[in-house]
């Protein structure tokens, strides 16, 4: 029987996870494709939240208001995994040979939300750590000129956008396996997270490829004006599905 690796006393540290081919991101960008095509309604309303999402976050940009901008961000890293959620059943109803259904994805969402909220909480305090330690470092080892663009660019909106993006991979390695687990198992989020990030790490060269996948995708979709991830989002979603399934051992 597998069983996750603990600690001396029982408590699970992580579940076990399985190695993978280093071309194993292109079957799950087929199976999310697959999913895309049997389910195109569900996709579409979805890819089309994510789009109009994205619309709002350019205009905002586009208007200055950081306020505004920053509200709107700290919305979806609530509002988002209860959309990642959504996909995750799309695949999970597809798998089981159900026809997919809203009442079905919302009811799983609400189910699981306060998993979702620690996991929001955890990334949230991370963040505000990279925020307030960011600039001090950097001022420490002395390349704070490095990262001001010009004299119109501070320091602190240097580190901030550097700490963004320090954030984007951490985002990236935790939600990875984390979100599909706490959907499939009703994983408690700290599980989830170390569980995610072994699996990650076990398989660096594969998720690098995956992420660079990922980035190109992104670039496509900011290139149609957005429009693209109407299409791209749902497939990200449901691909991500199948690699928590052939990634994590239950």
């Avoid at 699970?12 to 190695?19: E, H, K, T």
């Avoid at 490829?209 to 990200?236: D, E, K, N, R």
């Amino acid at each position: 029987m597998k069983t996750a690796h603990s600690l001396q006393h029982g408590s699970p540290l992580y579940a076990p996870c399985r190695s993978l081919a280093f071309d194993a991101p292109l079957g799950w960008l087929r199976k999310g494709w697959q999913d895309f095509r049997r389910a195109p309604l569900h996709s579409l309303i979805y890819g089309v939240i994510f789009a109009a999402i994205g619309w709002v976050l350019v205009y905002l940009s586009s208007v200055d208001n950081g306020f505004l901008v920053a509200g709107l961000i700290a919305s979806l890293l609530i509002v988002g995994p209860a959309l990642a959620f959504g996909l995750y059943d799309i695949s999970q109803q597809l798998e089981q040979n159900h026809k997919p259904s809203f009442r079905h994805e919302r009811g799983k969402a609400l189910h699981e939300m306060g998993h979702e909220l620690m996991l929001v909480l955890l990334l949230s305090l991370a963040y505000l750590i990279l925020l307030l330690l960011l600039p001090i470092a950097m001022d420490i080892i002395g390349i704070t000129g490095q990262f001001a663009v010009s004299a119109a660019v501070p320091m602190t909106d240097a580190a901030t956008l550097f700490s963004a993006v320090i954030f984007a991979g951490l985002l990236f390695v935790v939600s990875m396996f984390a979100l599909p687990m706490i959907l499939d198992q009703d994983t408690e989020a700290m599980l989830a997270i170390t569980t995610s990030l072994h699996a990650v790490w076990r398989n660096k060269s594969v998720l690098v490829f995956w992420s660079l996948l990922i980035l190109a995708l992104t670039v496509i979709g900011f290139l149609t004006a957005l429009i693209g991830f109407v299409f791209i989002v749902p497939v990200l979603g449901y691909a991500t599905w199948h690699a928590y399934r052939e990634t994590i051992i239950k």
